[in-house]
């Protein structure tokens, strides 16, 4: 495992200071959650690909009254969990959340205690993984997993 970096909170860095450099074979999962509401009625949903675009998996789930930034959070375990029991363990993540994103860059700090949770149990399954990468993409370029997250609302809310 590579030695890793402390960003400003003196928490372990996910990125080591050199970036290993990409598989041959990975996975991508484009992440979305989502509120109706904030909170309020909340889903998630992950569309996984492997690294030449074709679908592996789609994964859903409502999660009752939730705040959107826990939803993003949730999608992203979840994919983080597939990715763990499938190979190639090696995962690239996409996601319109600069907020989630960014707190896993270490760019911005975790302050809000619910995600704090929710970033740390993050941390534990990417180290699991032979590879990691998470990049913010703008929302028309995430719309399998927005189109999951919305279903998952919907059959939470039984539309």
């Known amino acids: 495992m590579p030695s890793h970096a ?9 990125f080591p200071a050199s970036k290993p450099a990409m598989p041959e074979k990975y996975l991508v999962a484009h992440v979305d959650g989502g509120a109706r509401g904030n ?15 074709r679908p592996v998996a789609e994964l859903s789930e409502f999660l009752g009254r939730q705040t959107n930034n826990v939803a993003e959070y949730r999608g992203l375990l979840a994919a983080l969990d597939y990715a763990v ?7 690239r993540v996409v996601s319109d959340s600069e907020l989630m994103v960014r707190q896993l860059k270490g760019i911005y700090k975790v302050k809000n205690p619910d995600l704090r949770r929710l970033f ?16 913010h993409a703008m929302r028309e370029h995430n719309q399998d997993a927005d189109r999951l997250a919305n279903e998952a609302m919907d059959r939470g809310m039984k539309r």
Do not use: C, N, T
């Open 6 to 14: 402390m960003p400003k909170d003196d928490r372990p860095s996910l």
């Open 39 to 53: 909170p309020g009625p909340a889903g998630y949903g992950v569309a996984i690909q492997d690294q030449d675009k």
């Open 85 to 91: 029991a499938h190979p190639p363990h090696a995962l």
């Open 120 to 135: 740390d149990e993050a941390q534990l399954k990417i180290r699991k993984l032979a590879w990691f990468r998470i990049e």
